[in-house]
Nanobody, 122 residues
């Protein structure tokens, strides 16, 4: 089970850090990803990280502002979000990949957590 937390309401330009904790199973061998879904839009890729943290991938829209990281000892993945914009408003989901290297493709993720709401006011 994946549990995402850390969402909230923040002003434009602000920061948040999302956490995704795994329970019941280890995800240390899985790549992990973050996706988001805004109202009326499809779920979209945000960031991914390989099993050991050596490789990271970002959507162009968040590159340079968001940072994905992981702590395998804590079975937890993080998403640090800086310089937030109203367009970042969405429900954010974490997911565990079937593979050790992450990807932006929804179908490569086998396990999904419930989302956490991020709202950025202008």
């Amino acid at each position: 089970q994946l549990q995402a937390s850390g969402g909230g309401l923040v002003q434009a330009g602000g920061s948040l850090r999302l956490s995704c904790s795994a329970s019941g199973r280890t995800v240390s061998n899985n790549a992990m990803g973050w996706f988001r879904q805004a109202p009326g839009k499809e779920r979209e890729f945000v960031a991914a990280i390989s099993w050991n943290g050596a490789l990271t991938y970002y959507a162009d829209s968040v590159k340079g502002r968001f940072t994905i990281s992981r702590d395998n000892a804590k079975n937890t993945v993080y998403l640090r979000m800086n310089s937030l914009e109203p367009e970042d408003t969405a429900v954010y989901f974490c997911a565990a990949s079937r593979y050790s290297v992450g990807s932006p493709y929804y179908s490569t993720y086998a396990y999904w957590g419930q989302g956490t709401q991020v709202t950025v006011s202008s």
